[in-house]
């Protein structure tokens, strides 16, 4: 059965962790549906690991929807959250219909980065639930660093975090933060913290499933744990058709029709 924004609370509650992943293919999302994870993520990340963009800024509404129909066809089981990308939320009408849009294409779920209570308040006033993002706004971020290592950052983040838990977000993504500022916004907070670089104390998990597979390899941030090497992986098993081709050895008689 698919779980709900309901299913996602009630695990904060009953102390059990909760697992997100980013997938942005058919095959990725059927291989998380099948693991059974919580949720599925078609995250903005989309631009950079398989896209092969700049940064988060360039994606389109466009893109996001196709991938979003992608991974919604391969899903019965996840919750299934899409990202609000970048300029897609300027105003609450804009955001209400971009929103729409992805729930159309198959997103239980919405997300955005940052704390708007206007923009917030007109998506979940039009009944779409919503996750919010606080700690490091990879679309808005001049930089890639840990956020609220000071205390007047700290603060802000935290507030952050409690606007979104008032105005109705069901859950947040909080990123790239100290350890003990993850564990002070998730006691705070009713709804579920989701980290990503901010340590164990969080409710749950999330990682850029190109990340954990070890399939990216423009960077790695700190906080990310590579649990396969599927780059080098696949790259052997290129090398070794490419090398079978040229040697005349593939394909051989147990791939060959008489
Ligand atoms: O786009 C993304 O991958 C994200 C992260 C929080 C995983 O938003």
Not at 23 to 31: E, G, K, Q, S, V
Not at 49 to 72: F, K, N, P, Q
Not at 197 to 216: E, K, W
């Given at each position: ?66 991938h ?31 929103a ?47 956020y ?18 008032d105005a ?66 696949i ?24």
């Amino acid at each position: 059965m698919k779980k709900t924004v309901e299913f996602i609370q009630s695990m904060k509650q009953n102390g059990q962790k909760i697992t997100m992943l980013t997938a942005y293919d058919y095959p990725t999302a059927r291989i998380l549906n099948d693991v059974e994870v919580d949720m599925i993520l078609v995250g903005d990340s989309l631009g950079m690991v398989v896209l092969g963009y700049e940064d988060t800024r360039s994606i389109t509404m466009a893109d996001m929807l196709h991938h979003t129909r992608i991974v919604a066809r391969g899903n019965t089981e996840c919750l299934l959250i899409a990202d609000l990308p970048y300029r897609s939320y300027e105003t609450p009408e804009q955001a209400v219909e971009n929103a729409r849009l992805l729930r159309d294409a198959g997103a239980d779920a919405v997300k955005l980065e940052g704390n708007k209570p206007e923009i917030v308040k007109a998506i979940i006033d039009d009944g779409i639930p919503l996750m919010g993002h606080v700690g490091l706004l990879p679309q808005t971020a001049d930089r890639f660093r840990v956020y609220g290592r000071k205390r007047t950052e700290a603060k802000q983040i935290a507030a952050d975090a409690g606007a979104l838990e008032d105005a109705g977000c069901f859950a947040t993504v909080v990123e790239s933060v100290p350890d003990a500022l993850g564990i002070k916004i998730t006691n705070s907070l009713r709804i579920p913290t989701i980290g990503i670089g901010a340590g164990a104390g969080c409710d749950g998990q999330v990682l850029v499933i190109h990340d954990l597979l070890g399939l990216f390899d423009r960077f790695t941030p700190t906080f990310v744990k590579q649990y396969a090497n599927l780059r080098k992986e696949i790259m052997r098993a290129v090398t070794h058709y490419k090398l079978e081709v040229q040697q005349g050895l593939f394909p051989d008689e147990d791939h060959s029709y008489h």
